[in-house]
């Protein structure tokens, strides 16, 4: 099967930077994905690795390692409207390349 | 604008009925899929199709069934079998292929009352 784990809760100050770590256990392993979730909303995509680095998207930023089967999500300038949940999500081959995704993180802004 | 629509947006559901949450796409994308969420949980797969006239089952489906009779609608229908059906549905779809995202409708709100 799959397991991948985030922090529960992370809290952070306007304008601070927070990284958001994700471990995951998986055979079948392809690709990490990050989404964003506003309260009552729809997951949004932010970001897809399929190999090991750093890819950035203005203040979002995502990492891979895939030897450590580690990868975080990187929030810079933080703004108020970034507070939602961010869950990682593994694509997997063994699982008809879909993607398992992980509890989520709850990320809140303080002014 | 492209994407993808579910409705409705609350559902209330009396014990022993069969309920249907319809999801429609119009960005000609191949896969579809039905997630479910619980508060302050991640989403479980319900079911997923690939391609028109299959699917397949994910982790939860017992007491739900899908239909893909057009590429664009991927409705979820849920059975009186789904002992605790309250929770967010959301219907999602990707053109296919590893490399890409999901794209997520705004969800189902169904309650049992």
């Known amino acids: 099967g799959q397991s991948l784990e985030q922090p529960s809760e992370v809290t952070a100050v306007e304008g601070a930077i927070v990284q958001i770590n994700c471990t995951y256990q998986?055979?079948?392993?392809?690709?990490l994905s990050w989404y964003q979730q506003h309260d009552g909303g729809a997951p949004t995509f932010l970001s897809y690795?399929?190999?090991?680095g750093l890819e950035e998207t203005g203040r979002f930023s995502s990492f891979l390692s895939r030897s450590d089967s580690y990868g975080y999500l990187l929030l810079q300038e933080l703004q108020m409207k970034d507070s939602a949940s961010y869950f990682c999500?593994?694509?997997?081959?063994?699982?008809?390349?879909?993607?398992?995704f992980g509890p989520g993180t709850r990320l809140s802004v303080l002014p | 604008d492209g994407g993808i629509t579910q409705s409705p947006k609350y559902l209330f559901r009396k014990e022993g009925q069969n309920v249907t949450l319809s999801c429609e796409q119009n960005?000609?994308?191949?896969?579809m899929y039905w997630y479910r969420q619980d508060p302050g949980q991640g989403l479980r797969l319900i079911y997923y199709?690939?391609?028109?006239?299959?699917?397949q089952k994910g982790d939860i489906a017992e007491g739900y069934s899908v239909s893909r009779e057009k590429k664009e609608s991927f409705p979820l229908t849920v059975t009186s079998a789904q002992k605790n059906p309250t929770a967010f549905y959301l219907c999602?779809?990707?053109?296919?292929?590893?490399?890409?995202?999901?794209?997520f409708g705004s969800g189902t709100r169904l309650t049992v009352v």
């Open positions: 999602a779809s990707s053109p296919g292929g590893p490399d890409y995202g999901y794209t």
């Open positions: 998986t055979s079948g392993f392809y690709g």
């Open positions: 690795n399929g190999l090991d």
């Open positions: 999500a593994v694509r997997d081959r063994n699982y008809g390349q879909n993607f398992v």
């Open positions: 960005l000609n994308h191949d896969a």
């Open positions: 199709s690939q391609i028109v006239n299959d699917f």
